[in-house]
């Protein structure tokens, strides 16, 4: 069982920075295995991914916040962090954390996207 919590969307304007977090409890799974990430859904598109963590600790991005979106977790994974840099009004979106137990880079965000686990949502909003 794995429970996820969020915080830290809000309200900022294009240029700044904002952190979201992804407070992670999680029974039954090595916390230090755990693929997780951070997707997003804007009104009236579909759910994208954003960031992920691999098992590893490799990351990937999506093209669109490449260089600018910067994903972390502590040691134990029982946090996940999106540091928003430059954010842009195309970024304004409800952001959700995911996570599941072990994958590879490779397996992409296809394979956190099919993951049970997910948080509740943290909104975003970027002002130009």
């Known amino acids: 069982q794995v429970q996820l919590v969020e915080s830290g969307g809000g309200s900022v304007q294009a240029g700044g920075s904002l952190r979201l977090t992804c407070a992670v409890s999680?029974?039954?799974?090595?916390?230090?295995?755990?693929?997780m990430g951070w997707f997003r859904q804007a009104p009236g598109k579909g759910r994208e991914g954003v960031a992920l963590?691999?098992?590893?600790?490799?990351?990937r991005y999506a093209e669109s916040v490449k260089g600018r979106f910067t994903i972390s977790t502590d040691n134990a994974k029982n946090t996940l962090y999106l540091q928003m840099a430059s954010p842009k009004p195309e970024d304004t979106a409800t952001y959700y954390c995911?996570?599941?137990?072990?994958?590879?880079?490779?397996?992409?965000?296809?394979?956190?996207?099919?993951?049970?686990?997910w948080g509740q949502g943290t909104q975003v909003t970027v002002s130009s």
């Open positions: 995911a996570a599941r137990g072990a994958c590879l880079v490779e397996d992409g965000f296809a394979a956190l996207r099919a993951s049970l686990y």
């Open positions: 999680a029974s039954g799974f090595t916390g230090s295995r755990m693929c």
């Open positions: 963590i691999a098992s590893d600790g490799s990351t």
